[in-house]
C-alpha cells in the first residue's frame, strides 16, 4: 500500500478555488432575476494586466440614430438604414439593448436623445453608447458643431432656420454632463468640428485595463472635422464595426477594445478610404475624463451574464402630456408614458390623443422581435380652421395671400379673419379683393382676371429668340443657344449680396472673380428640365421625392452619377451619343440671354423658390421663359452640370469646362426651397457626384452634329 503525503499547499489551493467557485455560484444566483426581469444589458468582470479583477457595468444600452432622408436642402444618404443594421448587429452581440430611431426631425431628434438618458442615464452602473449617424455642421471659425435632423434647412440658404432646427454639441455636452452612468461612448458618422472636446495631448498608444479604467467617462468619436463631408458611403461605419467584429480595434491585443483604442483605430483607418479625419477624445472635465469605455472581445475571457434573448415585439410610447390615450390600430392599448407592451410584427397605425391636444397619428413599420420605442410631441390644439379655394380664370394664375407669410395652395387652413387675396398672370391685369374666413368653414371665391389692353406688342429681342428647335422621340425639346461672350459670375461683391438677400458671405464668395467668357460654338439646351415621365421612360423607375407631382414635374433625388446613365440609356435609345450634361459656362450663359443682373427677369414670373413654390417642386414650362426659351433656370430645381467644382480663373478664358478632376461636381439654378438669393443667375453650388436630394435635377445639352 502506498501512502500519499498531502501537499499543503495544493490543499490551500483547491480550498481557496472551492470558495471562489461557491462566491461566484452565489453571486451569480442572486443577479439573474434582476437581469431576466430587465431584459436589458449584460454585466461584464473583466481582468486587468495584473491579474486583479475590476467590475465594470451592470446594463448595456445604446442609442442608435440615422438620417437619412433629408426635407429642407441636405443630400439624402441613402446608405444609413442598411449601414445603421450591421451597427444594430454587432451592439447586440456586445450585450447592448438598442434602441434606434430613423430620420427625427428636430423635435424628434432632441426628444430621442432626452427620453433615452431619462430611462437609462441615472444608473450610476450603466455603460451608455450613443451613435448618430447623418449630417453634422460646422459655422463660426470651426468652433460650433451641429447634428442636422431631417427637417433643419440648408444654412447657405437660410442660417436662421437651420440653428433653430439643428441639434448643437453644446447640448448634448451637457447632457453628458448630467449623466450618472459610468461610461458614455458618443459616436458620430458625421463632419463637424471636433474641438469641444478634442484633448490637446492624445495618448500614442492605448494604456492596459487597470482600475482606473473603471472611473467615469464620457468620450466622443467624430467621422471628420469642421470643412469635411459626409460621403453617400460610410467609410467610419464599417471601419466601426470591423473593429469589434474582427478585433482590429484591440491595440494592445488584451482581448479589449478600448474608447482610447477605437478612436486611435478610427484616426489612422478612415482616412486611408476617404477624405474624411476622424476627431476623438475626452469631456474637458478631470472628474469626468479618467476610465475608459470597454468593448470586450470573445478572447479576452471576460465574465459574461447575459439575458435571455427575448423574441418579444413590444411597443414603447412616451409623450409631452401624461396620461395621453395611445390607441395601435384603432384599439387602447394604455396611456402615456406606456412601456414595453406587445405588439404583433407588421404595419399598424398609432393614434395618440389627449384633450385640448392635437392627436398625433403614424403608421409604423414594426419588425419581429424589436423593442420600437417613440416618443410623441403633441400639440396645444388651436382654434378651429378655415379652409379657403380660390377658382382663377385663367386656370394657371398666381394666387398670393397678401397679409401673411406662407404661399397660398387650394384648401389651406387659416386662422378665421380676413385675408388680402391677389391673383395675377402674365398678359392679364392683376385683382386684389379681402376675404373674410370664419372657423370651421370653406370659403369658395372665383376671380376672372381681364387681359392688359395695350396698343401693339413689344418687339421681342431679335438677337436673342432661339435659331432653331429640336425634339427627339421622346419629346424633349431642345433650343438653339447661338455662340457670344459674357460675363460670368456676380457683378456684386458678397458682402451687397448678403445685404440684399440674406445669408453668409462665405457662400457667395465662389461666384468670385467675375470673369469674360466666350463661347465660339452654338448648342442646344433642353427647354426645360427632365421631368419625371421622361426619366420612367428611360430608366423605368421612379425616384422622386415628389412622385405624386406628376409625371410633367421635374425629376429629381437624382445624382450626377444616376444623370451619367440616364444619359448613357437615352443615346443607346436614340442611337446615338449627342446628348450630354452642359458645362458650367453652358449652363450660366443660357441662363442670363445677354442679362447681367441677379435674374433674367422677374423672378416671381419665372421661378418656383420659397415665396412662392408651396414646399414643393412644379410640372415645367409652368413660369415664363427667357429670351432664349429655357424654362425654369431659375428655382424649381438645382440643375447637375458636368463640369468638376473649382475656383473661377482671373482671365478671359474661351470655352472652359472645369477642372480635369476633382471631387465635387457643380450644381446651378437653385431650387423650389431657397431664398431669392440662391437663385440668381450666378449662384453656384458643389456636391458630390453621389449625392442626391429632392430638390436636384438636371437638363440635357447636346452640341450640332454630334
Not at 439575458?307 to 390600430?329: F, H, I, Q, Y
Not at 450626377?560 to 436614340?574: A, P, V
Request: glycine share 12%; aromatic share 10%.
Amino acid at each position: 500500500m502506498t501512502t500519499v503525503t498531502p501537499n499543503p499547499g495544493k490543499i490551500l489551493y483547491l480550498a481557496l478555488l472551492t470558495l471562489a467557485a461557491m462566491f461566484l455560484y452565489h453571486s451569480l444566483a442572486r443577479t439573474p432575476s434582476c437581469h431576466a426581469k430587465q431584459g436589458k444589458g449584460i454585466e461584464v468582470v473583466i481582468a486587468d494586466s495584473s491579474g486583479e479583477r475590476v467590475g465594470l457595468y451592470e446594463g448595456s444600452y445604446a442609442l442608435v440614430i440615422g438620417v437619412s432622408d433629408y426635407t429642407a436642402g441636405w443630400p439624402d444618404l441613402g446608405s444609413v438604414p442598411g449601414e445603421l443594421n450591421r451597427v444594430e448587429t454587432v451592439l447586440k452581440k456586445q450585450g447592448f439593448k438598442v434602441i434606434r430611431v430613423m430620420d427625427p426631425d428636430s423635435r424628434g431628434l432632441k426628444r430621442a436623445y432626452e427620453d433615452f438618458i431619462g430611462r437609462y442615464g441615472y444608473t450610476s452602473g450603466n455603460r451608455l453608447l450613443f451613435y448618430f449617424s447623418g449630417h453634422g455642421h460646422t459655422r463660426k471659425g470651426g468652433a460650433k458643431g451641429y447634428l442636422v435632423p431631417t427637417d433643419a434647412p440648408n444654412p447657405r440658404r437660410d442660417e436662421q432656420g437651420f440653428l433653430r432646427k439643428a441639434l448643437p454639441m453644446n447640448m448634448i455636452l451637457a447632457w453628458s454632463r448630467q449623466l450618472e452612468a459610468r461610461h458614455a461612448l458618443f459616436l458620430f458618422d458625421s463632419c463637424f468640428s471636433g474641438t469641444v472636446f478634442k484633448a490637446k495631448d492624445l495618448p500614442a498608444a492605448p494604456p492596459h485595463i487597470s482600475r482606473a479604467t473603471a472611473l467615469p467617462v464620457r468620450q466622443y468619436i467624430t467621422a471628420g472635422d469642421a470643412g469635411e463631408t459626409v460621403p453617400a458611403r460610410s467609410v467610419f461605419t464599417p471601419a466601426f464595426i470591423d473593429a469589434l467584429e474582427y478585433g482590429w480595434g484591440d491595440l494592445n491585443r488584451d482581448g479589449y477594445v478600448s474608447g482610447t483604442e477605437l478612436g486611435l483605430y478610427l484616426q489612422e483607418k478612415v482616412p486611408k478610404h476617404s477624405r474624411q479625419n476622424p476627431q476623438y477624445g475626452k469631456i474637458r472635465d478631470y472628474d469626468l475624463a479618467r476610465g475608459d469605455f470597454v468593448f470586450q472581445l470573445a478572447s479576452s475571457g471576460a465574465t459574461v451574464t447575459k439575458p435571455e434573448p427575448s423574441r418579444k415585439t413590444t411597443l414603447s410610447v412616451s409623450a409631452n402630456v401624461a396620461g395621453a390615450r395611445v390607441l395601435v390600430d384603432g384599439r387602447l392599448v394604455g396611456e402615456t408614458p406606456l412601456g414595453d407592451v406587445s405588439v404583433s410584427p407588421g404595419t399598424h397605425r398609432l393614434r395618440v390623443e389627449a384633450a385640448g391636444y392635437d392627436a398625433y397619428e403614424k403608421r409604423m413599420d414594426v419588425e419581429s422581435g424589436r423593442a420600437v420605442s417613440l416618443y410623441v410631441d403633441l400639440s396645444k390644439a388651436g382654434p378651429v380652421k378655415a379652409r379657403l379655394f380660390v377658382e382663377t380664370t385663367p386656370e394657371d394664375a398666381r394666387v398670393r395671400i397678401l397679409n401673411i407669410g406662407p404661399a397660398f395652395y387650394p384648401g389651406m387652413d387659416l386662422d378665421p379673419g380676413r385675408y388680402h387675396v391677389e391673383v395675377s398672370a402674365d398678359g392679364f391685369e392683376t385683382e386684389k379683393r379681402w376675404v373674410s374666413l370664419s372657423a370651421g368653414e370653406d370659403e369658395n371665391i372665383s376671380i376672372r382676371l381681364e387681359p392688359v389692353k395695350v396698343a401693339a406688342p413689344a418687339p421681342a429681342p431679335v438677337s436673342r429668340q432661339p435659331q432653331g428647335a429640336f425634339a427627339n422621340n421622346l419629346g424633349m425639346k431642345f433650343v438653339f443657344i447661338k455662340p457670344g461672350s459674357f460675363m460670368m459670375g456676380s457683378a456684386l461683391s458678397p458682402s451687397e449680396v448678403v445685404s440684399r438677400y440674406g445669408g453668409e458671405e462665405k457662400y457667395y464668395k465662389n461666384e468670385h472673380p467675375q470673369h469674360r467668357v466666350t463661347l465660339s460654338k452654338g448648342y442646344y439646351l433642353q427647354a426645360t428640365e427632365v421631368t419625371q415621365g421622361q426619366w420612367e421612360r428611360v430608366m423605368g423607375s421612379k425616384p422622386s421625392r415628389f412622385s405624386n407631382c406628376g409625371s410633367n414635374c421635374p425629376v429629381e433625388k437624382v445624382s450626377w452619377e444616376d444623370c451619367q446613365q440616364f444619359i448613357l440609356k437615352l443615346n443607346g435609345m436614340e442611337g446615338t451619343r449627342k446628348y450630354r450634361l452642359p458645362t458650367e459656362a453652358e449652363w450660366e450663359y443660357g441662363a442670363r440671354t445677354g442679362t447681367t443682373g441677379a435674374y433674367a427677369g422677374d423672378l416671381d414670373g419665372m421661378g418656383w423658390y420659397d415665396k412662392n413654390s408651396g414646399n414643393k417642386t412644379h410640372g415645367v414650362g409652368g413660369k415664363a421663359p427667357n429670351a432664349w426659351g429655357l424654362y425654369d433656370m431659375h428655382g424649381n430645381v438645382y440643375e447637375w452640370c458636368q463640369d468638376w467644382y473649382g475656383d473661377y480663373p482671373s482671365g478671359s478664358v474661351t470655352d472652359p469646362t472645369g477642372p480635369s478632376t476633382g471631387s465635387y461636381r457643380v450644381i446651378r439654378g437653385g431650387c423650389w426651397l431657397d431664398l431669392a438669393g440662391c437663385c440668381r443667375s450666378a449662384i453656384r453650388y458643389r456636391l458630390e457626384p453621389g449625392d442626391r436630394n429632392g430638390g436636384l435635377g438636371f437638363r440635357l445639352a447636346f452640341s450640332p452634329g454630334q
